[in-house]
């Protein structure tokens, strides 16, 4: 959906606020309330409906990625934007990409954004020299964080995946991972039927199209999981053919084949297991998952065994060298929600509902006892939590380079 036309290093390499402007392309300057507080410098990148620059604030020197909106190329559809920047002024936590400060213009909505340069999760695991467990459940740990504070606020992301989780590294040389591109978000308030997402990571019930909530977040989590202790997602289809994904995903069986998971503790596994249940009762919540012993640390203690996935994840995911690692994080911010427009699957050949694995009626973060044949208001309850939503404390493991 979208072009990285240049990816510049000037920043990379120190220029501060006092430096020397670099020279402009041709996009329009930008309002002087934005140029008063920030020097902003060449286009990181563009797609189609944004473009990203680089902007440096003026006071403290710190850098962040200026996001410009073109209204004319929006036009008629400007509820889609509105809607992703509404849920960005309300999310505020330490493991998802902050909205710093936005300005509206007749022309041009421009949104200060922070910017992670450390690349994507893939890149993460791809690029380090010993790679364990340990790394893998701290990953967990912050993503799981990032989603019980979205679900506390009944925020579902839809669209989790390693491209949308972003490496920011810490002075101290720690690493935290950051959730991005909420364009596919939306406030539950009833069950939701919008087939949307990326095939790998899509929940069984947005495929059986029973109506789905907040839980949509977990499955995709448990996928991620899957594949960080193994290098290839829980359920492949063959070549091209969706539909054969979609049916290893309805059907919702688990294996863990040998040698691949012979050297991962049997309390992964029972973490991912219940993180990928098709039955949605079932299904753990991010409460659940941030309680296992497994994300909580005890559970990975004396597992040291490096894990061999690199070079799986490199094969089964077409990871490639990037021009730098602030790639990935210009990609997640150039993104708008009209990108993700046509992010919809195809319709399943059989829309045979008798032949389709029970998916219980349920489909928020709390299920349902009674009888009623649909979701209930009680299923989209938020989860309890304890983030507040001004908290920027770095939510990361003090035993891992993450």
């Known amino acids: 959906c979208l072009s990285l036309s240049m990816?510049?290093?000037s920043m990379d390499e120190g220029d501060g606020p006092g430096s020397e402007a670099e020279p402009m392309d041709d996009y329009p300057s930008v309002p002087a309330s934005i140029a008063e507080r920030y020097k902003v410098g060449r286009t990181l990148g563009?797609?189609?409906?944004?473009?990203?620059?680089?902007?440096v604030e003026r006071s403290t020197g710190r850098e962040y990625a200026l996001k410009i909106i073109s209204k004319d190329k929006c036009r008629g559809k400007e509820h889609m934007i509105q809607s992703e920047v509404s849920i960005l002024r309300r999310v505020k936590h330490p493991n998802i990409v902050l909205l710093i400060e936005e300005m509206d213009t007749h022309s041009d909505l421009y949104l200060v954004m922070e910017l992670v340069k450390g690349g994507d999760l893939f890149d993460a695991i791809t690029s380090s020299n010993k790679y364990t467990e340990r790394d893998a459940s701290c990953m967990?740990?912050?993503?799981?964080?990032?989603?019980?504070?979205?679900?506390?606020?009944?925020?579902?992301?839809?669209d989790i995946k390693p491209e949308n989780l972003l490496v920011y590294e810490h002075h101290d040389g720690s690493k935290s991972l950051k959730l991005g591109d909420f364009g596919l978000a939306t406030v539950v308030n009833g069950p939701l039927y919008t087939v949307?997402?990326?095939?790998?990571?899509?929940?069984?019930?947005?495929v059986a199209e029973t109506g789905y909530g907040l839980k949509v977040d977990i499955w995709a989590a448990g996928v991620i999981t899957y594949i960080l202790l193994c290098g290839f997602p829980p359920f492949r289809?063959?070549?091209?053919?969706?539909?054969?994904l979609f049916e290893q995903i309805l059907k919702g069986?688990?294996?863990?084949?040998?040698?691949?998971?012979d050297n991962v503790s049997d309390t992964a596994k029972a973490l991912i297991t219940g993180m990928l249940q098709v039955e949605i009762e079932q299904r753990y919540t991010a409460v659940q998952v941030l309680d296992h012993s497994w994300v909580n640390d005890d559970g990975v203690s004396e597992n040291e065994h490096q894990l061999p996935v690199a070079g799986k994840i490199k094969k089964h995911f077409n990871t490639g060298p990037k021009l730098s690692n602030t790639t990935a994080g210009v990609s997640v911010i150039t993104t708008t929600p009209l990108d993700k427009e046509k992010q919809v699957f195809r319709r399943r050949r059989h829309q045979d509902v008798k032949s389709a694995p029970h998916l219980p009626h349920s489909v928020g973060a709390k299920a349902s006892h009674n009888a009623n044949p649909g979701p209930s208001r009680a299923d989209f309850t938020p989860e309890s939590e304890d983030y507040s939503p001004s908290s920027t404390d770095t939510v990361r493991s003090p035993t891992s380079p993450f």
């Open 237 to 244: 289809g063959s070549g091209e053919d969706q539909e054969a």
């Open 46 to 55: 563009d797609g189609n409906f944004a473009v990203v620059r680089e902007c």
């Open 253 to 261: 069986q688990l294996d863990f084949p040998a040698p691949y998971w």
């Open 196 to 206: 949307c997402g990326t095939p790998t990571y899509v929940a069984p019930e947005i």
């Open 140 to 158: 967990l740990f912050n993503l799981a964080s990032a989603i019980k504070y979205l679900h506390s606020l009944n925020i579902v992301h839809r």
């Open 7 to 9: 990816v510049c290093s």
